[in-house]
Nanobody, 125 residues
């Protein structure tokens, strides 16, 4: 129904920067918000940042505040994550998340979460 395609991961040295992108496509959908989560080896998936779609409210995990910035392009249904001052502990697979309702053909369906395939971010010390 809805597909998310992520890009921008890679290998960077500590202190460096990366910019992740995530584009949503598919059936007609109404976005509530988009965000990023990450999962490090041996750990549970954790929240990183989210941005509201109708306004521009943003929320960040304490561990990334002041270093990461989430932004969006409503027209392209795309969300970005600018990551600066990267640390080795930021190493993880980063997953894009979309919370949206999909048009069924006669009504809006319930809000649901959709996930990207993940993109690897590795920060070397």
């Amino acid at each position: 129904q809805v597909q998310l395609v992520e890009s921008g991961g890679g290998l960077v040295q500590a202190g460096g920067s990366l910019r992740l992108s995530c584009a949503a496509s598919g059936r007609t959908f109404s976005v509530a918000d988009m965000g990023w989560y990450r999962q490090a080896p041996g750990k549970e998936r954790e929240f990183v940042a989210t941005i509201g779609w109708s306004g521009a409210s943003t929320h960040y995990a304490d561990s990334v505040k002041g270093r990461f910035t989430i932004s969006k392009d409503n027209a392209k249904n795309t969300v970005f994550l600018q990551m600066n001052s990267l640390k080795p502990e930021d190493t993880a697979i980063y997953y894009c998340n979309l919370r949206a309702s999909v048009w069924t053909g006669w009504s809006w369906g319930p809000e649901a979460n959709y996930w990207g395939q993940g993109t690897q971010v590795t920060v070397s010390s």
